[in-house]
């Protein structure tokens, strides 16, 4: 989970930085912090930085292993889509249309960076609801693992919206 | 074990207002695809498939919510049907949902523009009072939106599903496929040697699904993710061929099952090569194959959903529908596409699509 700056493992904070750090700040000094070594991190949106931020906390401390790539799954919803960086790519549009902007005007791309960065490539599904629908999540995660789709599954909820973010992301094994 | 059908259907596009109108246009080999020059969408001239001025006139609701309730409303009319039984979702799928607000407005409220808060509006509009299902996950978001209702109701969750998807043709869209050189100068060319890229469209569609027999059977599907890159797709088709098997292997099918494969074919160059490798490894390449994105453009959160009810009804009808565009093969392995309309009896059909961010959907339909 993260909220207000801090970042919980099994509901501990494991991870802090003062409440007022804006955002950018706290997701490069996070990067810093558990990773540092992937690049690609730079060139994200909030949203694919976010989600990326916690698969890497959870992944780092309980990888899945003995899963073929395509056993492993996301299932991820928010509230605000892609909106805000909809809203950049859409200031972009006056001057000159940014392509680098305009490939995070999707919800899903955050689950194609959890997908390249740990090769999972099983099933996705992104849904947007008003709060966090755990009963949808938890009940279309279930199907997913009864069907043998998948066996393990990341979901959760990953949202942002200018200053506004959360994070709270799960780990579901057969 | 239980099994989903499709009990009623539309499409409500620049082609037509009801799924028979849209079939029979395409049949005929119309094309909603237009050359249109209007600086609101682009500072030069564009190809795409755009509903004509005054075919959405509702001035309470946005484009983008008129053309799901226009759907809808459409298929609730062919039956007596209880939405409000507590076991009924109501699913939409869509990109960019009211999008088309910050070009018109400039500053819209934020609420107006969240994908849920407009799927309620839209399902409250119908008298549907729990929550609406958003899936929203970029190109195969309609064909994922029919899986996912399968999924539910598989799960005893729901009984019966109305699955609707829509987008809307925007500035904000078609400006961003123009930034990655994307867009075709003439209309779409799928699986040709000349395809030069995308022509965007816009459009709805609607499914009910219930799990009493009726016409279509709604088989397996499956996705998977490519893991290789957000806006290209995979250089070997074999995550898209992974998600083909896994869909036949649900059904219980083989490839030689097939009548026919409703292909992305979106026309760009990347995108129809990795899928003439993906029908390589599934096995596919004996089967006819065709795309529909010269008759619709390409519709966003709409196409899985447009394109699989042509699919039905051309399963029903023992046809395949011809590629509109195509004339020379331009992918590396030898994919059967044609130009000409061909009838043959067949039970199955399978239906792909690709998108952003390295998705790939692929569902069985049968009769």
Known sequence: ?174 | MRNVYVAADNIFSPLGSTTAENFAQVCNGQSGIRLHDDPAFAPGPFHAAMFAPGQLNMTAFTRFEQMLIRSVQQVLDQGNIDINDGRTAFIVSTTKGNIELLEEQGNPAMAEMELFHTARKVATHFGYTADPIVVSNACISGLLAILTARRLMLSGRYDQAIVTGADVLTKFVLSGFQSFQAVSPEPCRPFDAERKGVTLGEGAATVLLTTREAGIRVGAGAVTNDANHISGPSRTGAELGYAMRQALKGTGLTPSDIGFVSAHGTATMYNDEMESKALHLAGLLDRPVNSLKGYYGHTLGAAGLIEAIIGMRALQQDTVIPTLGFETLGVSQPVLINNQITYKPMQHFLKTVSGFGGCNAAMVFSK
């Open chain 1, 1 to 174: 989970m993260i909220r207000n700056n801090r970042i919980y493992r099994n509901n501990e904070v494991i991870w802090e930085t003062p409440e007022d750090q804006s955002l950018p700040d706290f997701l490069r000094a996070a990067y810093d912090h558990f990773s540092g070594q992937y690049p690609k991190f730079h060139k994200m949106d909030h949203l694919s930085k976010l989600g990326w931020l916690a698969a890497e906390v959870l992944l780092q401390h309980r990888p899945f292993t003995g899963y073929a790539p395509e056993q492993v799954g996301l299932v991820l919803a928010n509230r605000s889509a892609s909106l805000d960086t909809d809203l950049r790519y859409f200031d972009s549009i006056k001057d000159f249309p940014s392509p680098a902007l305009f490939v995070y005007t999707l919800a899903n791309i955050v689950m194609g960076e959890i997908s390249i960065r740990h090769g999972f490539k099983g099933e996705n599904a992104f849904f947007t609801s008003d709060t966090y629908d755990e009963g949808l999540i938890m009940g279309y995660t279930r199907q997913l693992l009864y069907e043998g789709a998948v066996s393990a599954v990341l979901c959760g909820w990953v949202e942002v919206m200018g200053s506004a973010y959360e994070v709270i992301l799960h780990q579901v094994e057969k």
